[in-house]
Each structure stands twice: as C-alpha cells, then as structure tokens.
C-alpha cells in the first residue's frame, strides 16, 4: 500500500486554497464518472465559497509576488508545470478578465432550484425536486458535458490556484522524523505555510496538527481506538515556506 499524505495549513491563505483545491479535484472526479446526484455537492460548495470570498485579488497578488520573486532567482524545475513563469503569465491575465466565478451559475434556473433544497436532508427524492430527475435521466454523455460547462465556470480562478500550491509543495523535501511517544513538534525560523507528512499505513494511525508560521505540534492518533499513540511513530516531514 502506497504511503498517505497529509497536508495542515498554517495560515488561512492556505487554508482556503487546499479546500478550493479539493473542490477541484472532487469535480474533475464527477467530470469523469458518473456519480449521479452527488456530483453537485462540490459545484455548490464552491458557489458557496466564491460568493463568500473574492479570492481574485489575494491570487493576482500571490502571482505578481511569484513573478517578482524568479526574475531574481533560478526558475525552479516543476514536475507538472513544464515552463512555470509562462503558466503563471497565462493563468494571471485570464483570471485579470474572468468573470466572478460561479455567476452564471447563480442565474441558471435549473441550478438556483436544486441549490436552494439540495441541504435538505432526502430533498433528493423526485417529488421534490422532479427536474433532477429528468436530468438524471439524460445520457451521460450529455450530462458530462453540461458538467464540464458549469466546472469551467470555476477555471480560471481554480487554476492558478493549483499552480501556487504546486509551486508551494515543490519548496521543501520530506526528511525522515519520529515522533517520541507519538508526539512531535519544531519551530522555523522563517514563516511556514504548510506543513506535509508522508506515512506508512501499516502503522495504523493518522497525524492531528496545530500550529502557526513559526511553531507547530503534530500528535500521532491510533485509528481503531482513536486514542493517542504511546509509541514511535516515524514518518517523514516536509515544510513550505
């Protein structure tokens, strides 16, 4: 079995980007198979989001810091981002453009319907919602690419949003740790953003985290019991900055 990663946020930047990315990736999955009703939970969520917080602003920012930050520095090599500052030029004047994600959403009267009982609990059902049944109803192929239409809507902030944390991720390599007694905890110097363990299943346990920029505690947790872990537990850590 492959090792399990767990990222923690150490500020709220970061925070909102990884759960805009999870939104993403949970798309993508819907986008790809079909998962019927479910696949409008992450669309939602987002619209949610989006109308809560413009985050157009804080991401143009983070680009132009990035930007700035290479024409003094080596260009680092990312696996998945063959020519970074292209990208990022790219991704920064489409979303300079964009249009508020998600507003066309907000006006399509198909969606506004389900998204105002879709929180109820089994508002699912065809007597509430007989429109989604139809729509279920329709060919995949069909639906698929009405999917695909209401995930762009999202694109042009969610993309440049990915290549930040990419290039977030690729700042710091895992190193090999142990956690005394299933605890462990370290302080930087510098201002961290995320902190990434890397551990192995067979240890039959899940990592808690708290922390802040400058210090942070990881506490090792026993799955079937859900108590703390009295034993050593190694794993291995990576910080970003």
Known sequence: MNKLIFEHPLNEKIRSYLRLEYLDQQLQEN???????????????????????????????????QLAQWSTNDVPLIAS????????????????????????????????????????????????????????????????EEYQSWKAQFSDLLTPI??????????????EQ?????????????????VRIKLDP??????????HKNRYAIHFMQFDNQKHASENIPFQLATCP
Not at 184 to 191: G, I, T, V
Not at 202 to 211: A, D, E, R, V
Request: charged share 25%; with cysteine.
């Open 81 to 144: 981002i063959p020519d970074p500052i292209s990208a990022i030029k790219q991704s920064r004047s489409k979303l300079k453009i964009a249009e508020r994600p998600g507003i066309r959403i907000k006006h399509d009267r198909f969606l506004s319907t389900l998204r105002q009982r879709y929180s109820m609990p089994g508002a699912c059902c065809n007597f509430d919602l007989p429109q989604l049944h139809f729509w279920l109803e329709k060919p995949w192929p069909q639906r698929q």
């Open 202 to 211: 067979i240890n039959q346990c899940y990592p808690t985290i708290s922390g």
């Open 162 to 175: 990915k290549l930040l944390l990419a290039i977030t991720r690729q700042q710091s390599h895992y190193e």
């Open 31 to 65: 986008r790809d198979e079909d998962h019927q009703s479910r696949c409008f939970d992450p669309l939602f969520s987002l619209c949610e989001l989006t109308e809560r917080c413009d985050y157009r602003g804080e991401v143009l920012k983070d680009l132009d810091r």
């Open 178 to 194: 142990s956690a005394t007694d299933g605890f462990f905890q370290a302080h930087s110097e510098h201002p961290l953003s995320l």
